[in-house]
């Protein structure tokens, strides 16, 4: 069976196209994953579990349809962004910034995988903050996730590595940071989710499920300069403009 022909709005705007193309249930949380590079199926359903493998199959196809999505000879069974679809991650950062405002504690059974970890982290990088600082190696671990989620994420001169790592983590290409010296500063932390948004979200630990926050205070302080997503609150000028219009 062929897959659903994108439905349209009888809009002729690029937010009306952009939402027929990735507007559907899962296809930008599909993009997200494969903005950190090439997956396989397989790959894609572990890191979002509720997907129905037939959902997953149809999102793939609509994607590669739209030139968003390609398959990858290489890599069997595997898919990578197009030009058009890597287009889409300053989208999806922004998406990405706003959910943080509104995200609150984990609902019953919510899961955090290592893509959309090393993504969060990617979007809350400044890197000029980051140039100021020596080379460091930030490793996270998310507490009681099965299998394991851990990322490494090294700074170097204002640039950010992201790699998962640990025995859940998927094969990774040869890291970007490669050719750089390893960082002798590595600050290594065993995070819950709620811990995780305070630290990128408050600037500052808190404690939790297993006990005060712990961690190198120069090094965490280093983390907190270089990984930031504030909230989002509209400008004053904004809000002048939406009440004169509601008034």
């Known amino acids: 069976m062929g897959t659903r022909a994108a439905r349209g709005f009888g809009q002729y ?3 009306a196209r952009a939402v027929e193309r990735v507007g559907e249930r899962w296809a930008l949380l599909i ?11 397989s790959d894609l359903k572990a890191s979002l579990p509720r997907i129905p493998t037939n959902i997953l199959s149809d ?12 398959r990858v000879p290489s890599v069997r069974g595997g898919y990578e962004l197009t030009p058009l679809g890597r287009g889409l991650e300053p989208v999806v950062a922004a998406l990405e910034r706003w959910g943080w405002s509104v995200l609150g504690d984990p609902g019953e059974g919510e899961t955090m995988s290592a893509d959309a970890l090393g993504f969060a982290l990617s979007t809350a990088f400044r890197p000029d903050a980051a140039a100021t600082l020596p080379p460091t190696e930030y ?9 394991p989620v851990a990322v490494s994420a090294i700074v170097v001169a204002g640039t950010l590595d992201v790699v998962a790592v640990g025995s859940g983590a998927l094969p990774q290409p040869r890291r970007r940071s490669a050719h750089e010296p390893v960082p002798e500063a590595v600050l290594e932390l065993e995070l ?3 811990a995780l948004r305070a630290l990128l979200a408050e600037g500052a630990p808190r404690a939790n499920d297993d006990g005060p926050f712990a961690g190198d205070a120069e090094l965490l302080a280093r983390f907190v300069r270089t990984f930031r997503i504030d909230p989002v609150e509209p400008s004053p000028g904004t809000a002048r403009a939406a009440g004169a219009a509601v008034a």
């Not at 993009?31 to 590079?37: A, E, F, N, P, Q």
């Open 59 to 70: 999102r793939l196809k609509e994607l590669q349809e739209a030139g968003i999505v390609r």
């Open 192 to 194: 819950t989710p709620t």
């Open 31 to 41: 993009v997200r994953d494969l903005l950190g590079g090439a997956r396989r199926y």
């Open 13 to 15: 705007s690029g937010v």
């Open 139 to 147: 490793v996270l671990w998310l507490s009681g996730a099965e299998p």
